[in-house]
């Protein structure tokens, strides 16, 4: 199984529960491995139905050394 869909299999078991809706979750992507697939596990695009239903949010992040981040 892929890094992805494990992910993918994960985020939707907990949104899925009674009462995560809403739920917001950070995911901290400092080298920025992901960029391109974290815009695929949520949203429309999202293989999952119960995950087309997140939107995702991408924060303006300052460079390695902002250390507000």
Known sequence: MSENSQV???LAKRFSQPGERGRIVFW????KQYVDDAATLVGECAADEILREVELITPEIGDENDKRY
């Open 8 to 10: 993918t299999r994960l």
């Open 28 to 31: 901290r992507d400092d080298k």
